[in-house]
């Protein structure tokens, strides 16, 4: 699994111009700018960014070399889709490396500050139950989870999480699920926090894994047009 640029990797190393043009994708991708399998125009990108075409060809090759976007000869850079067996198996990582989040972030409730950081991030996560649909959703999702990692304290965690295929999955799919599965993700949201605001190691990590599970299973039940084909 290709490494993500985390919140450790930008603590250790400044980023590089092409760094961050890496960032502005995988933010575009994050708030639906970028959709699955959208071709990225270099020349939209250099006028964007105010960077060099070099510049922009170097970032797509690390976005390329991550799994992020797919590069073909005479047609450009398009963001990756995912196919059944891709979400299926990103989601089998996540259950182990966010189930472990969840653990230490429970166990990090009694450090100063954390009850109070995550609540905070609990409410506005579960302020979306009557409306779970919109972008807004999705940017508060990926702060609740940058959220828990930095309360969980584990650096290596935060390298190893695969944050840029996490926005692709969520980008390509969250359109595609019903009101009834957006509510239930907030419901099991819900269980989550309420594990970890009580400090309850076990639970939390129990929580999070189901979540992972029942998230697979609503994904797998979406049509073949949802996900890209198997070459």
């Known amino acids: 699994m290709p490494r993500s640029e985390s919140t ?12 961050k043009v890496v960032d502005a994708v995988n933010e575009g991708i994050l708030r639906r700018r970028f959709s699955a399998g959208q071709r990225l125009v270099e020349a939209d990108l250099v006028q964007e960014l105010g960077v060099s075409r070099g510049t922009v060809r170097e970032a797509l090759k690390k976005l390329s070399a ?18 059944r067996g891709d979400a299926a198996q990103l989601l089998l990582v996540l259950e182990a490396l966010c189930g472990l989040a969840a653990r230490l972030a429970a166990g990090a409730m009694d450090d100063a ?9 609990a409410e506005a996560i579960l302020s979306f139950e009557s409306n779970p649909e919109g972008a807004a959703f999705l940017t508060e999702r990926a702060r609740f989870y940058q959220t828990m990692l930095e ?6 965690l935060e390298r190893v999480m695969p944050l840029p295929h996490i926005h692709l999955f969520r980008t390509q799919f969250h359109g595609m699920l019903s009101h009834r599965d957006l509510r239930e ?19 939390a990590e129990q929580r999070m894994c189901r979540h992972i599970r029942r998230t697979g299973e609503r994904i797998q039940r979406l049509p073949d047009s949802a996900f890209a084909r198997d070459d």
């Open 8 to 19: 450790a990797d930008r603590r250790d190393f400044p980023a590089s111009v092409p760094d």
């Open 151 to 156: 309360i969980a304290g584990n650096r290596e």
């Open 66 to 83: 991550a799994g992020v976007v797919r590069l073909e000869p005479h047609r450009g850079a398009f963001i990756r889709s995912l196919t």
């Open 185 to 203: 993700t907030i419901r099991e949201y819900q269980e989550i926090c309420e594990a970890i605001l009580a400090g309850d190691a076990r639970l």
């Open 113 to 121: 500050g954390h009850r109070r950081r995550f609540a905070r991030t």
